[in-house]
């Protein structure tokens, strides 16, 4: 029995005694459609995205706070790194698919 928090009571689950038993376990909740799995978008660690209370939303890209922190600052160091070879803040905004607002904002930052 495991605690789910969200509703506050005990729900039936399985916790795999080894690293073989959770990756068949991760193997037979893909098949059924219970969960997915996806990378992190900033350091590449598997995330398992499902409804259930082991899961994270679908919508999640980064592992945790600190990944989506040095994602951020690796975006603001590219953008000025483009606009120090000559690119203008329109084509910036649109190779990061932002406003041109952000990239300048992004620009100021540290002056």
Not at 24 to 36: H, K, M, N, P, S
Not at 91 to 102: G, K, L
Request: overall charge positive.
């Amino acid at each position: 029995m495991n605690w789910d928090e969200r509703r506050q009571r005990p729900v039936l689950g399985m916790t795999p005694g080894n690293l073989l038993g959770a990756m068949w376990l991760q193997f037979a909740q893909e098949v059924a459609g219970q969960a997915r799995h996806k990378p992190c978008k900033f350091c590449g660690k598997w995330l398992t995205i499902s409804t259930d209370f082991y899961g994270f939303r679908s919508d999640r890209e980064f592992c945790s706070a600190t990944c989506r922190q040095k994602d951020y600052r690796a975006k603001i160091r590219e953008a000025r790194r483009l606009r120090k070879k000559g690119r203008t803040v329109r084509q910036i905004a649109r190779e990061f698919d932002t406003t041109t607002d952000t990239i300048n904002n992004w620009l100021a930052k540290g002056r």
